[in-house]
DNA sequence: CTAAACAGCACCTATGAGGTCCTATTTTAA
DNA sequence: TTAAAATAGGACCTCATAGGTGCTGTTTAG
């Protein structure tokens, strides 16, 4: 149906958590007992989470983790690409040409159209949007100049 | 990485091959063969897609399938749709209450909006647009308005 | 009457998402 | 100095489901 994998979807909860106060470190524990999300779950996630530079690190006892960046300068974007990787819609879109069509596929730079606006969409909303009780509307740039 | 099925990819490729001629009447076989897709895969397609409403299709010798409306009124997200069900980039975006967080998951009214965004995107490009060597850029209306 | 083609199931199976566990390593605090 | 609290980084399992296949009708042109 088009969603994103759940564990995406957690990693978001765990990111607008700490958005929600970025100047606090928080354990890993201390966010899967808050959001009643499993322990080992959460902290593989985090460790994702750090790898992509999103998040900063302090270990040892009252270690944890906080946010690397202010909640407006991480958009949503950013943490799917951080768990699933680049948004492309069809494998070709990443341009691996591992699809047999490939030549005469017309339907491809459409596509790839269609990945970039999703792109856009995703990066429109920063964790400081997702914090909030309730967004207006998405704004996204760029997409609204040509009109076919 | 946020993609499309592969199937729903196949599908949209039939598609776009039907809208180049919507008057023709294709049989599966002719499009298996055309597009160098699996018959069986092929078939099961068609099936989902007249089962939407998209398609039209002729019994018999002779028979085949045939654009249910013009390529033009006929958008990306119909056969996303068809395929794989109604956008919803997480579980709680369908409204099923099977989301533990639910109650105080102030995250789930702001994915809603992201999802309807990319709704919003797929709905914006028909199979006349797919069908195009290459389409300039999306126009997505109803995004554009406030600006958070 | 026969062959072409759709209709509708039922069923298989292999990949990978989702989840668990174990073993370092680092740091604070007693 | 030691113990406990945390992160770091793997290896590994397992199960749902996307993707693919087959079979048995039914319809229709010629």
């Known amino acids: 149906m088009l969603r994103i ?17 970025p100047a606090r470190c928080f354990s890993a524990a201390q966010l ?8 080992p779950t959460v902290a593989k996630l985090l460790k994702r989470l750090l790898q992509s530079g999103l998040l900063t690190s302090v270990r040892g006892a009252g270690g944890g983790y906080t946010l690397a960046h202010a909640p407006h300068a991480i958009a949503v974007a ?11 819609l069809t494998e070709c879109s ?4 591992n699809c047999s069509l490939e030549k005469d596929c017309a339907t491809r730079a459409n596509w790839q ?9 995703l990066e429109a909303v920063s964790l400081a949007d997702m914090a909030l009780p309730r967004m207006q509307t998405i704004r996204m740039p760029g997409l609204k100049e040509k009109t076919p």
């Open 5 to 21: 994998a759940k564990l995406t979807d957690y990693a978001t909860v765990l990111m607008v958590r700490l958005a929600r106060e």
């Open 32 to 39: 899967a007992d808050e959001l009643r999300l499993p322990l």
């Open 78 to 88: 950013d943490v799917v690409n951080a768990i699933e990787g680049p948004v492309a």
């Open 94 to 97: 990443l341009g691996k040409g």
């Open 113 to 121: 159209l269609i990945s970039r606006a999703v792109r856009v969409a």
